[in-house]
């Protein structure tokens, strides 16, 4: 009896943390004809916004609740539900991949190949339909161009040189699965030691994905390493941030997967598929961010690579190797950055 009690503080406790976090919408209201759709995201408002209201229009009488909050946040509060033996959610939508092939491999996720796949980029070698590339989102060298008058052209200047000694931030990859898979690219790339030398010069970890660019954006840093959406959400806003890429691109394929145990499967089945589709992902390249498709115009103020450059000369990665080692990752880094 006291442990489902605890359970249940649980997941209310963390059902106010995510809910917090970037947005609910349509929360506590009567589905509309009885049809009910939610979804956890990592996903800002600025990307996720749009195209809800979108699928809404295409799908009246259907309700729809998201919450938004980092994927370690998430994937808690998904493992307090799955102890308390109800799964609330319909989709999870993150860009921490290796808590996909874990999902995966637990059976938690539908297999379920979007009726529009053939018209994707699918950046998956082992591709079963058990979760689908919604986005590549790409991350690069935020900065503040108040504060940095000629930006860094690769890498290693971050670790070196004295404008960034004390200024650059990286988000906890505990929290965000965007900073997890960003730091396993860099650490597949340049080795740990290339951390050492970002410590060694100052770089500080920062609470999210979104708090580091705006940090930036504030000029509490100099810079950071961010992501590409969240950035050009504040450069719209007027902020005086720029993002570069090194020509070692860092890119996370965001997956989006339906739950086996979803209350809602056929309602979610549309929604991936929309999601999928032209009209959403024009949404995700507006927002600044790249799509999976290639028939979307890209916005030229981005300065965003294509969806084939992403996938073409992005680090590449094996994503089930990260899976074994995340947790390996997490405390070296939270070591180091302690």
């Known amino acids: 009896m006291l442990k489902k009690l605890f359970v249940l503080l649980m997941i209310l406790s963390l059902t106010v943390l995510v809910g917090g976090c ?3 919408t349509g929360q506590n209201q009567p589905a509309a004809n009885g049809k009910q759709l939610v979804i956890y995201t990592s996903m800002k408002e600025s990307l996720i916004g749009g195209i809800i209201e979108g699928f809404k229009k295409q799908n009246p009488g259907v309700n729809v609740d998201y919450q938004s909050a980092g994927a370690g946040k998430i994937m808690a509060k998904l493992e307090a539900e799955r102890q308390s033996g109800q799964l609330l959610a319909d989709i999870i939508w993150t860009s921490e991949v290796p808590d996909f092939y ?18 994707l980029l699918n950046p998956f070698d082992d591709y079963d339909g058990s979760f689908t ?12 161009t108040d504060k940095v008058k000629t930006a860094p052209t690769n890498w290693e200047e971050i670790a070196n040189s004295e404008t960034y000694r004390n200024s650059f931030g990286i988000a906890d990859p505990a ?10 690219l860099l650490e597949h790339q340049f080795g740990w030691d290339y951390f050492v030398k970002l410590r060694e010069n100052g770089a500080i970890k920062s609470k999210g994905s979104g708090r580091v660019v705006d940090d930036t954006a504030t000029g509490d840093l100099n810079a950071c390493l961010g992501v590409d ?27 989006v997967a339906i739950f086996k145990d979803a209350p809602n499967k056929e309602v979610a089945k549309k929604f991936v598929d929309y999601l999928l589709s032209q009209e959403a992902q024009q949404m995700v390249a507006n927002a600044g961010t790249v799509p999976v498709r290639r028939d979307i115009q890209m916005p030229e103020k981005y300065n965003l690579p294509s969806p084939e450059v992403a996938i073409d000369t992005g680090i590449k990665i094996n994503y089930a190797d990260v899976m074994a080692q995340k947790e390996e990752l997490i405390q070296k880094f939270s070591e180091l950055f302690k």
Request: proline fraction near 6%; aromatic fraction near 6%.
């Open 229 to 255: 959406y969240i950035t050009a959400a504040k450069i719209d806003k007027g902020s005086n941030l720029q993002m570069v890429y090194p020509k070692e691109l860092l890119m996370v394929p965001s997956p």
């Open 22 to 24: 970037g947005g609910d």
């Open 133 to 144: 590339a919604a986005r590549l989102g790409t991350l690069g060298i935020v900065i503040n």
């Open 175 to 184: 929290l965000s699965g965007t900073a997890l898979m960003s730091v396993a």
């Open 102 to 119: 874990e999902m995966k491999a637990q059976g938690m996720l539908e297999q379920y190949q979007p009726s529009n796949f053939n018209e």
